[in-house]
């Protein structure tokens, strides 16, 4: 079983950039799809953008194109995911989930899921 810590979540001005990290422990990185999800307050978890084992492939919501980057680095056990041009509507928890299956990771239905970091953006 693989466990998921997120880190790098903060408060930001609308307009403004924020790197969150997961970090992958218990089982190796490099086995597992892995994606970013979100919940704001009063509202379902939503899928954000996910990737694939070996990093090649990506996948995104259309609410963040073009904005947020996701990557991923095996060596370190860590996935990025890369936040620029920051909105007020981007506040939320944001999680990181891994699974073996890459449509799991597509969706908000992962096996494995992180605590949360909590991304604010302020107007």
């Known amino acids: 079983q693989v466990q998921l810590i997120e880190s790098g979540g903060g408060l930001v001005q609308a307009g403004g950039a924020l790197s969150v990290s997961c970090t992958t422990s218990?089982?190796?990185?490099?086995?597992?799809?892995i994606s970013w999800c979100r919940q704001a307050p009063g509202r379902e978890r939503e899928f954000v953008e996910g990737?694939?084992?070996?990093?090649?492939?990506?996948y995104y919501t259309d609410a963040v194109k073009g904005r947020f980057t996701i990557s991923r680095d095996n060596d370190k056990n860590t996935v990025y995911l890369q936040m620029n041009s920051l909105k007020p509507e981007d506040t939320a928890v944001y999680y990181c989930?891994?699974?073996?299956?890459?449509?799991?990771?597509?969706?908000?239905?992962?096996?494995?899921w992180g605590q949360g970091t909590q991304v604010t953006v302020s107007s």
């Open positions: 989930a891994a699974d073996n299956d890459r449509i799991a990771v597509t969706t908000t239905r992962p096996d494995y």
């Open positions: 218990g089982r190796t990185c490099s086995i597992y799809h």
């Open positions: 990737i694939s084992r070996s990093g090649r492939t990506t």
